[in-house]
C-alpha cells in the first residue's frame, strides 16, 4: 500500500555533453500510505532532483515512478500535469503565495483549477486555516501576515485538493530556529490530522526525528 514508488531511478545531467554529473543511479524509494519520511542529503547530492522527480516535474533516464500504484513513466506532459494537480502538493522554503489575494483566495484557487465549486472551496479554505490557527486572518494578503503565518497559508494551499502525497522542500528553512520548530510542529499536525503521506527534505536533524522514517541521500549512492 505506497502512494509512492521509486524504482532503480538513475538521473544523469548533460548526458551527452564532455562531462555528463550522475545523480542518481540505481535509487529505490518508497512512501508508504500516512506514512512521513524525511529525507536528508548534503548539498549537492540529489534532493532537488529527487524531488522533481517524485514530483512529476522531470523525468528520470532510468527506472520507474509509481504513484498510487500507477506507474507514471512515459505518461504524456497533459497526464502527468493533470496527476500532479490532483495527487501531488508541494511546499517550498519560500511561500510562493500570491501576493494580491488573500490568505483564503490562495487556498481557494487552486480547487477552481480543479474544477471545485467555489462555495465549497472556500468552506475547505476557512477549515484548513482553522486547523493550522489562522481562522483570524483569512482576509489578510501574505504582506500582512508574519513568516511563520505565511508559511502556514503556505501548507493549506499544498493541502487544497486533498492530495495523496505531500512534497516538500525545507518547508521551514527560512524561518528562524524557534519559529521554524513551532510551524513544523503545526505541518505535523496537519499532516497527522488528515492522514497525509508525505516527503519532506531537511537539512534539521531535529526535525527529521520527528518523522517516521529517514532516508540520506549521501548512503544510497555507491
Ligand atoms: P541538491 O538539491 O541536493 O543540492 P541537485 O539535485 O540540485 O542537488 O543537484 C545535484 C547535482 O546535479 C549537482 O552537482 C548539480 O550541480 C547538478 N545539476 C542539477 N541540475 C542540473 C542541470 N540542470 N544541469 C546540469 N547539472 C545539474
Ligand atoms: P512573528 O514575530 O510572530 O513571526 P510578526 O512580529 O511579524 O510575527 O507579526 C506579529 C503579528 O502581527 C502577526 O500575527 C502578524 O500577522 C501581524 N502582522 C504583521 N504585519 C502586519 C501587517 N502589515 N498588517 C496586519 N497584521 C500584521
Known amino acids: 500500500n505506497e502512494v509512492l514508488r ?30 512521513v ?17 517524485a514530483g512529476l516535474l522531470d523525468t528520470p533516464d532510468s527506472g520507474r ?22 495527487e501531488l502538493g508541494f511546499v517550498y522554503q519560500f511561500h510562493h503565495l500570491l501576493p494580491e489575494f488573500t490568505a483564503a483566495e490562495n487556498i481557494v484557487l487552486p480547487q477552481l483549477a480543479n474544477a471545485v465549486p467555489a462555495r ?27 513568516g511563520g503565518e505565511q508559511q502556514r497559508v503556505a501548507f493549506c494551499r499544498a493541502l487544497a485538493n486533498s492530495p495523496a502525497l505531500l512534497l516538500a522542500d525545507e518547508p521551514t528553512g527560512n524561518l528562524d530556529p524557534e ?14 490530522d488528515t492522514g497525509l503521506s508525505a516527503l519532506i527534505a531537511t537539512h534539521n536533524h531535529d526535525l527529521a526525528a520527528r518523522m517516521d522514517r529517514v532516508i540520506r541521500l549521501d548512503e544510497r549512492l555507491a
Do not use: C, W
Open 65 to 86: 515512478v509509481l504513484l498510487n500504484g500507477r506507474d507514471m513513466t512515459g505518461l504524456g506532459d497533459k497526464a502527468r500535469t493533470q496527476a500532479r494537480r490532483r
Open 179 to 192: 519559529t521554524s520548530d513551532r510551524v513544523f510542529g503545526v505541518l505535523m499536525d496537519l499532516v497527522r
Open 120 to 146: 465549497q472551496a472556500r468552506l475547505r479554505a476557512a477549515d484548513l486555516l482553522d486547523r493550522v490557527g489562522l481562522g483570524p486572518r483569512a482576509d489578510h494578503r501574505p504582506a500582512e501576515l508574519s
Open 37 to 53: 519520511v524525511a529525507l536528508v542529503a548534503p548539498s549537492g547530492a540529489g534532493k532537488s532532483t529527487l524531488l522533481h522527480i
Open 6 to 35: 521509486l524504482e532503480a531511478v538513475g538521473k544523469t545531467y548533460g548526458k551527452n555533453g564532455p562531462a555528463p554529473v550522475e545523480v542518481l543511479h540505481g535509487l529505490d524509494l518508497t512512501v508508504a500510505r500516512g506514512e
